[in-house]
């Protein structure tokens, strides 16, 4: 197996639990691959190329490679670069030799896997880059796909961007469902560091929340669906005593007026919810 670690991510239970998806185990006539048993001779060996399709960032590699791992513990496999580096169309990024039934069997899991990540990667490098000269920070968010957060999260980071918090259980984030029910920004507030929360983030719409918000203890204040105008009066009025977000209503378009205003951080959703799949190829050749 590979060294490749993510705190809080289970490489092997995740190797294992998508390539039993794809194989159909525990399932009337699952647990193998038809195809590649009825056509493959079990001692035939490929080599084979992974290569981009366009200008991407690539992330993912070591995911890839552990699957073809798991099924040929011999292959020989090279990844020709690192994650987050952005690439050029037709760069090859990964060199295999070993057991053909094993790759044909684990290509489809370790291409979907790759393909997805760099396509999360290439798309915040676009957001980063459309940002221009800011001290702002691009941040993902929670619209994540159930069970790859960590890995989505990961992909954030090679493209050049930061993680929001990773769950419910980091950080407080008080939105306005929760100010609602609790009868207020102040009252929600002072709840959730009354509960021994250390971060607490608090939305806020309104120029009016804010200083009801910095009164109670908040640590970090979001700005929601606020446009630049508002933004900078928004920032101005915190006057460097939390950190700032801009949130909502941000896209490739408005991202750099945004960043401008003077917050620290930027959050987009769709880094993670909306990221085009790279196009990534697998060739093989029998040796």
């Not at 001779?41 to 590699?61: E, N, Q």
């Amino acid at each position: 197996m590979t060294a490749f670690s993510i705190p809080g991510f289970d490489l092997d239970a995740f190797v294992t639990a998508t390539l039993a998806e794809d194989l159909g185990e525990g399932l009337p006539g699952g647990g193998h691959d038809v195809t590649s048993e009825s056509v493959i001779p079990a001692d035939a060996r490929f080599s084979g190329t992974m290569d981009s399709r366009d200008a991407i960032t690539v992330a993912g590699l070591p995911v890839a490679a552990a699957f073809f791992r798991r099924l040929d513990p011999a292959m020989e496999i090279v990844l020709l670069v690192e994650d987050g580096t952005q690439v050029a169309p037709g760069t090859d990024v990964m060199r295999l030799s070993g057991n053909a039934r094993a790759m044909l069997t684990a290509e489809r899991a370790a291409l979907n896997t790759v393909q997805h990540l760099s396509g999360i990667a290439t798309l915040v490098r676009r957001y980063v880059d459309a940002m221009g000269e800011t001290r702002a920070k691009l941040l993902d968010t929670r619209k994540t796909i159930p069970g790859l957060r960590f890995l989505e999260k990961y992909a954030v980071r090679m493209g050049g961007g930061h993680n929001h918090r990773m769950g419910l259980w980091d950080a407080a984030m008080i939105k306005d469902n929760h100010v609602a029910v609790a009868g207020g920004v102040t009252q929600a507030v002072r709840r959730a560091l009354d509960a021994g929360v250390k971060a607490v983030i608090c939305e806020v719409d309104r120029i009016d929340q804010i200083a009801p918000a910095l009164d109670a203890g908040a640590t970090r204040l979001l700005f929601d669906n606020m446009e630049p105008d508002m933004l900078r009066k928004a920032v101005a009025l915190v006057a460097g005593r939390v950190p700032t977000e801009a949130s909502g209503g941000i896209n490739l378009d408005t991202i750099a007026a945004k960043a401008a205003t003077g917050v620290d951080y930027v959050s987009v959703g769709r880094l993670t919810q909306s990221a085009p799949a790279a196009d990534i190829g697998l060739d093989f050749t029998p040796l």
